[in-house]
């Protein structure tokens, strides 16, 4: 009788592998899995997303790619606790959590399944040690070099000094740019002790720029490292200011509303925009900020 079990096992091979075919070749097609290698998290280089590197930046141009992941491993700007320079390193890590070998996702929250696109991923500006202003031209230089191979650029950091340049980059576009910013800080401090391209400045340093004609400003709070002078004189330039607790008030579609339909924009990000509880590895952690989903929806709404 064993043996009569073992000639049936065997004889259902054929149709188990069959079946257990047909259901690899569905879930290939629901999730988008590539055939070759499945390339886990844990293996390989750890680039951004596991994307492909270019840093051959003359190629760049020949790429197929539409979007090229720039690090910008620079924290000489900061007042208080540094390491910001390896946030380049670390973001390219944890990013590779969400790579599977899948081109898509599927999104249970939204009920969507996104495209993961075309992406390169072009190393690290190159930063000179305690010289902020020319590791500065030379993040500008990376910036638009990428703008001008016709890729939109994803910037790592780096503390947020490294927005003054990067928006000076964003003159190659040749369009007007609004310049969206979530932070603790309002970052527009004129000049502090000689210093005018720290991680306090650089809010100022781009609204004096001609094409960033909108700055709109979500999640200014606490005790701000600028004076009231600041918050005045940004008013004044033309800057629309929110705390958390305003962006909440209105929702994130009405915090859309405030951006041109037609308006080319650029995010800048500051990690301590998000509440400490669940960001804490920032030089300047403020209590008070924004959750995951808030800042994620305002993202969601202003891109759609």
């Known amino acids: 009788r064993p043996s009569l079990l073992v000639y049936a096992w065997l004889a259902m091979v054929p149709r188990v592998a069959s079946v257990a075919l047909s259901v690899i070749a569905a879930a290939q097609a629901q999730g988008g899995y ?3 290698r499945l390339d886990l ?3 390989g280089h750890a680039t951004f997303g596991k994307y492909p590197p270019l840093t051959d930046w003359s190629t ?10 720039l690090g910008v491993p620079m924290d000489m700007g900061t007042q208080y606790r540094s390491g910001a320079r390896f946030g380049p390193r670390a973001i390219r890590e944890a990013s590779t959590l969400y790579q599977f070998g899948h081109s898509e996702v599927y999104d249970f929250d939204t009920d ?3 495209s993961y696109g075309r992406v390169v991923d072009v190393g690290d500006a190159d930063i000179v040690h305690t010289d902020t202003l020319t590791s500065h031209a030379r993040t500008q230089y990376a910036v638009e070099t990428i703008i001008a191979a016709g890729k939109m650029p994803v910037i790592l950091g780096g ?6 340049p990067n928006c000076a980059a964003l003159a190659k576009v040749g369009r007007p740019i609004t310049l969206i910013q979530i932070d603790a800080h309002l970052d527009f401090v004129d ?3 000689g210093v005018r391209y720290g991680h306090g400045n650089p809010m100022r340093r781009c609204l004096e720029m001609g094409h960033i004609t909108k700055l709109i400003q979500l999640g200014i709070r606490g005790v701000s490292s600028t004076a009231k002078v600041g918050f005045e004189d940004a008013q004044r330039m033309g800057s629309t200011i929110l705390s958390v607790r305003q962006v909440r008030s209105m929702g994130a579609e009405k915090i859309a509303e405030l951006v041109p339909l037609d308006a080319s924009v650029y995010f800048s990000i500051d990690i301590d925009g998000f509440d400490p509880s669940i960001s804490m590895g920032t030089g300047t952690p403020s209590h008070g900020g924004f959750l995951y989903y808030e800042v994620k929806d305002i993202l969601r709404r202003v891109i759609y």
């Open 191 to 193: 000049e502090r002790h």
């Open 34 to 36: 590539d055939s070759g």
């Open 60 to 69: 760049l141009n020949k790429s197929d790619a539409q979007v090229a992941i």
């Open 112 to 114: 969507e399944t996104y």
């Open 159 to 164: 503390d947020h000094s490294i927005t003054s």
């Open 41 to 43: 998290p844990f293996v």
